[in-house]
């Protein structure tokens, strides 16, 4: 299990530039007040991580729910993932649904492997978003533990642009929301009833962070998602229902358990929110989404 970055020898032909007197950016956030990295396109140098990554054999697991409706994002999901995500890497695509028989067949890159894993849509859950707290953290210590040293998990209604590599991981990571950049944390959409296990007081916070993309080493993962799914259990029990679902016990996790790493609005990019020139990598595909549902409303 690789909880930490160790020291790696690398080889003398990785040459790279080190460009420490002319940053690429100037006006971001490249450190957390905790000091860890915040991680930017143009922070980072591709060729020195991938000898680092590679000669650690890394595998990646990338978990994602496809249930009912949104099944329908699965294929470009899967396809630009192909094309963009941990490209070179031995990769496991966790796919939990409903419906195994309409996951579509791609062809898949070598060393990477789909693992469908069926579930109910159980009609219970407020949101079928929160549901993904209990799965994931159940197969964590089943299954993915034994499987894969890092687990990424991922809304299904996006779509990868650009590379999304090692860069991203670490013990445990988050991703900055596009909405809430430059904001002040008073006015972050944290969970404000005290009575809730998401509660956050308006005097804490450092960030707001997207359900759509976190993760970390199987461990750190299975502690996040647990606890997750254990507040949520007992807001139910009291008849709370958070503010924004799983991202608001992701949120309250994340501000009490330090991320080791954090990555940039640009691993979440939402064009209606973020109108900063950065480097898109990812898209969270909400027009689609109110798109989609406005038809099979119809
Ligand atoms: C069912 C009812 C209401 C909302 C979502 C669903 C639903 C979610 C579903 O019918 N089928 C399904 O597979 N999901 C999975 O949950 C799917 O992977 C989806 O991407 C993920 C999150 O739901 P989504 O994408 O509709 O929520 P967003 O885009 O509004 O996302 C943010 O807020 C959510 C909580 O409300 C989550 O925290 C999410 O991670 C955030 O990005
Ligand atoms: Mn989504």
Redesign the pocket.
């Known amino acids: 299990q690789m909880n930490h970055m160790q020291v790696v020898t690398v080889s003398r032909i990785v040459n790279y530039e080190l460009n420490m007197l002319t940053p690429f950016k100037y006006d971001i956030l490249v450190e957390t007040p905790w000091m860890v990295p915040i991680v930017w396109e143009g922070t980072f140098n591709s060729e020195l991580l991938h000898e680092h990554f590679q000669l650690q054999n890394v595998t990646i697991g990338l978990a ?8 329908i ?1 699965l294929k470009l999901f899967l396809e630009t993932a192909e094309e963009y995500f941990m490209e070179g890497y031995r990769m496991k695509y966790y796919i ?2 409903d419906k195994p028989e309409s996951v579509p067949l791609i062809q898949l890159k070598r060393g990477r492997q789909m693992v469908i894993l069926e579930i109910q ?1 159980h009609a219970h859950w407020q ?4 549901y ?1 707290m209990e799965r994931i953290s159940t197969f964590s210590r089943l299954r993915f533990i034994r499987e894969v040293d890092y687990l990424v998990c ?5 779509k990868f642009w650009n590379h999304v590599s090692v860069e991203i991981l670490s013990s445990l990571f988050g991703t900055l929301h596009p909405g809430f950049i430059g904001r002040r944390r008073d006015s972050y959409d944290y969970e404000r009833l005290p009575q809730s296990q998401a509660h956050i007081p308006v005097n804490e916070g450092d960030f707001y962070y ?3 993309f976190f993760g970390g080493s199987v461990l750190e993962v299975y502690k996040l998602t647990k606890f997750c799914h254990q507040a949520m259990m007992v807001d139910q029990a009291h008849n709370i229902k958070s503010m ?4 608001s016990y ?1 949120n309250k996790y994340l501000l009490y358990h330090k991320p080791t790493k954090v990555l940039s609005p640009e691993y ?1 990019w939402d064009k209606n929110l973020l109108k900063l020139p950065v480097f898109a990598k990812m898209d ?1 595909r ?1 027009e689609l ?1 109110q798109k989609i549902t406005k038809q099979s409303l119809k």
């Open positions: 994602v729910f496809a249930i009912k409706e949104l099944l994002f939990f649904t849509s949101n079928l978003s929160m993904r991922a809304d299904v209604d996006i997207t359900g759509a924004w679902h799983d991202e992701l979440m969270a909400r989404v």
